[in-house]
C-alpha cells in the first residue's frame, strides 16, 4: 500500500527500511515512553524491528491492522509512523488509530497530513464506519491532530493504558465515515 499526499507519503515498512526505522526508534525512544506501554528490551533491537515489520504486514493481509511509515516526499526520510489497529472489517467496520513522529518534526503538521490520508483510505478503501483514538489528556499535541482531522471528543476512559507502571486516562476521540450513505 502506499498513499501519497502534499508533502508525506504514508506506505507499509519493508525489511530494507530497517536502518531507517532503528534510527527513528532510538533517537526517539525517551520521547515515545512518556506515551507509550512499556516495551520490551527487543523491541528496539535489529531483530526485533525485522519482527515487527513482518508482523505489521501479516496483519494487513489478516485485515486487522495496517501500519505505514511516513515519509517526507521531498527527502524520503522516514519521520513517523501511523497504524490502523483492532479492525473490525466485518460486524462493526471499525478500528483505533495510532501514531507517532519523530520529535525534530513535530509542529510541522505532517502528522495531521499523514492522519488525513490514513482515515480518508479506511473510509473510502476499507469502507471501514467508525475510527477511533486514544491519547492521554496533557498530551495536547495529539489531541489536536486528532481534532484537526475531524475527530471529536467522546470522553475520558479512566485509568485505560499502564504507562511507565502506572495506569493513566485517556480522552477517547472518534470519526464517522462522512461518505456513507444510511
Given at each position: 500500500?502506499?498513499?501519497?499526499?502534499?508533502?508525506?507519503?504514508?506506505?507499509?515498512?519493508?525489511?530494507?527500511?530497517?536502518?531507517?526505522?532503528?534510527?527513528?526508534?532510538?533517537?526517539?525512544?525517551?520521547?515515545?515512553?512518556?506515551?507509550?506501554?512499556?516495551?520490551?528490551?527487543?523491541?528496539?533491537?535489529?531483530?526485533?524491528?525485522?519482527?515487527?515489520?513482518?508482523?505489521?504486514?501479516?496483519?494487513?493481509?489478516?485485515?486487522?491492522?495496517?501500519?505505514?511509515?511516513?515519509?517526507?516526499?521531498?527527502?524520503?526520510?522516514?519521520?513517523?509512523?501511523?497504524?490502523?489497529?483492532?479492525?473490525?472489517?466485518?460486524?462493526m467496520?471499525?478500528?483505533?488509530?495510532?501514531?507517532?513522529?519523530?520529535?525534530?518534526?513535530?509542529?510541522?503538521?505532517?502528522?495531521?497530513?499523514?492522519?488525513?490520508?490514513?482515515?480518508?483510505?479506511?473510509?473510502?478503501?476499507?469502507?471501514?464506519?467508525?475510527?477511533?483514538?486514544?491519547?492521554?489528556?496533557?498530551?495536547?499535541?495529539?489531541?489536536?491532530?486528532?481534532?484537526?482531522?475531524?475527530?471529536q471528543r467522546?470522553?475520558?476512559?479512566?485509568?485505560?493504558?499502564?504507562?511507565?507502571?502506572?495506569?493513566?486516562?485517556?480522552?477517547?476521540?472518534?470519526?464517522?465515515?462522512?461518505?456513507?450513505?444510511?
Open positions: 500500500m502506499k498513499i501519497s499526499g502534499a508533502r508525506v507519503t504514508l506506505r507499509f515498512l519493508e525489511e530494507t527500511d530497517l536502518p531507517a526505522v532503528m534510527k527513528f526508534q532510538l533517537q526517539n525512544k525517551e520521547l515515545f515512553a512518556k506515551y507509550s506501554p512499556r516495551r520490551d528490551a527487543d523491541y528496539y533491537t535489529e531483530a526485533g524491528q525485522i519482527e515487527r515489520i513482518r508482523k505489521n504486514r501479516a496483519d494487513a493481509e489478516a485485515e486487522i491492522g495496517c501500519s505505514c511509515g511516513i515519509f517526507l516526499n521531498e527527502t524520503q526520510e522516514l519521520v513517523g509512523s501511523v497504524g490502523l489497529s483492532h479492525m473490525d472489517m466485518h460486524m467496520q471499525t478500528c483505533m488509530i495510532g501514531y507517532n513522529m519523530d520529535q525534530n518534526y513535530h509542529g510541522h503538521g505532517y502528522m495531521t497530513e499523514a492522519v488525513q490520508l490514513l482515515i480518508d483510505h479506511a473510509f473510502r478503501e476499507l469502507k471501514l464506519h467508525r475510527i477511533t483514538a486514544e491519547a492521554m489528556p496533557h498530551n495536547l499535541g495529539s489531541i489536536r491532530v486528532l481534532e484537526k482531522a475531524g475527530f467522546e470522553g475520558i476512559a479512566r485509568k485505560n493504558v499502564k504507562i511507565n507502571g502506572k495506569f493513566e486516562d485517556h480522552v477517547v476521540l472518534a470519526i464517522l465515515n462522512p461518505y456513507e450513505t444510511e
